[in-house]
């Protein structure tokens, strides 16, 4: 039965991080070229003869037809793609770059039928896909915090791996599941990928999914009745449940 990690690995962003992931690794072989960008001595121009960090890339707003806008640094590519689980049909989309220096931005969604998302906690789903995005990079995570977006419930964190450092986010927005992530070398860095990460905005946000035996209940938190067999083998878990968000027609920022 397929879990949802595998189903986050069948997202066309994912061979796009592998792609990135193998040509970090050969670099960070080689022992003289531990960056994708010239290293040059510093001039004097600044006290103290330390370099300026550098600046990060201009971003600028991707509207997504599925109802969502962020900020980018440059025209992404679109792939969308639906998988199959025994529950029924997920619809899938990634829109991802890769920068010059090699930095990849990427968001992409899954929507799930609304049974699978009201049987399970909303935690289960945001564990699963922080889970699947890290053994796909065989990585551990680390400065994990749980954030929101209009009261929909969501995770932040760090994924550290032998190819690559990634900055994700995770969020559960009625039955779709938004993954933001930035993948880079930690010797160079990541401008830009906290501004990328806190740009998400929705549009027109379908109503919260109401979990199963639980009448009113809010965006996605609330707890969950008898488990209904969503494709992902996982146990439910417990649940702090949130706010429900209004479901209005304004634009809408993460926090």
Do not use: W
């Not at 599925?66 to 992404?76: A, H, Q, R, T």
């Not at 946000?205 to 979990?211: A, T």
Request: charge should be negative.
């Amino acid at each position: 039965m397929p879990s949802l990690s595998r189903l986050l690995a069948a997202v066309a962003t994912f061979a796009l991080i592998a792609a990135a992931c193998a040509g970090q690794q050969k670099t960070d072989n080689n022992k003289e070229a531990t960056s994708t960008i010239e290293e040059v001595p510093n001039e004097g121009g600044e006290a103290g003869g330390h370099e300026a960090p550098p600046a990060g890339p201009q971003l600028t707003t991707v509207n997504a037809e599925e109802g969502f806008s962020v900020k980018m640094p440059g025209e992404p590519k679109a792939q969308r793609q639906k998988v199959t689980i025994p529950a029924g049909e997920v619809a899938t989309a990634a829109y991802s770059l890769q920068t010059p220096e090699g930095v990849i931005f990427s968001v992409s969604t899954a929507d799930y039928p609304e049974k699978v998302v009201a049987a399970r906690p909303a935690e289960a789903f945001l564990n699963e896909g922080r889970d699947g995005l890290t053994n796909q990079l065989k990585g551990t995570v680390s400065n994990e915090q749980e954030v929101t977006i209009d009261g929909y419930p969501g995770k932040a964190y760090t994924v550290s791996s032998p190819n690559g450092e990634v900055k994700a986010r995770n969020y559960l927005v009625g039955p779709r599941l938004y993954t933001l992530l930035v993948l880079y070398n930690p010797s160079i860095g990541a401008p830009g990928a906290d501004e990328f990460l806190g740009s998400l905005a929705l549009v027109n946000p379908p109503p919260p999914v109401q979990r199963a035996g639980a009448a009113g209940a809010d965006a996605g938190t609330a707890d969950a009745g008898p488990a209904v067999d969503s494709g992902t083998g996982a146990e439910p878990a417990a649940d702090a449940g949130t706010a429900a968000p209004d479901a209005g027609t304004r634009r809408r920022r993460a926090k």
